[in-house]
């Protein structure tokens, strides 16, 4: 009597399983649940994670714009010391966007306008420059668990005390954007509709 091939079966709770399809698992080495299981126990890297989670849905905001003819195209570049997207409007002209998720905790919405770390011998790169991008696009996700956005002109943003052509650390997001109204001494600078500040 010959042998019965097993049937496959579910993995159960708590098991693994060793598929390696996508290019991230054969970059790695390392299935999805292996990758998520190393994520859910470093917390660096799920900040990290949640940086680039907020560009990704950044780019498929993006790509509906580009769908609508609202803008012409964009590129989503990482690169250190660059905008995280250079779009290009129907009248040819561009806007850089930077992406930020706000901080956790605390009675206000916060985002940090800081790079994590300066350059050797430079203090002052680790800050931003006002020219340095467009647009803020500060992701609420740490705050309200979506991932939505708030947009701002970089020119709008408060500065440095010591150095005005440079962005002070921290920025207050308005939680009521496009009222025209400064709410508990947050600038009404702060916009709900990225096509707001292209137009």
């Not at 947009?151 to 005390?161: G, I, K, N, P, T």
């Amino acid at each position: 009597m010959g042998d019965v091939p097993r049937r496959p079966r579910d993995p159960g709770p708590g098991e693994r399983t060793n598929t390696i399809g996508h290019t991230v698992e054969r970059m790695l080495q390392a299935s999805a649940r292996d990758i998520l299981d190393a994520l859910e126990n470093g917390f660096r890297a799920r900040a990290d994670l949640k940086g680039k989670l907020a560009e990704l849905f950044m780019s498929r905001h993006l790509d509906d714009l580009v769908r609508a003819g609202a803008i012409v195209r964009y590129q989503w570049r990482d690169l250190d010391a660059v905008p995280d997207f250079l779009i290009t409007l129907v009248d040819g002209t561009t806007r850089t966007i930077e992406v930020k998720n706000v901080r956790s905790g605390g009675s206000r919405l916060r985002v940090q306008t800081q790079k994590t770390r300066a350059s050797r011998g430079d203090p002052m790169s680790r800050y931003y420059r006002v020219d340095q991008f467009d647009i803020i696009a500060p992701c609420l996700f740490n705050a309200m668990g979506r991932w939505t956005y708030l947009f701002a002109r970089s020119s709008d943003l408060r500065r440095l005390a010591n150095d005005p052509s440079y962005l002070a650390t921290m920025q207050d997001v308005s939680a009521a954007p496009g009222t025209g109204l400064a709410l508990d001494g947050v600038p009404a600078i702060w916009h709900a509709e990225l096509i707001e500040l292209l137009a």
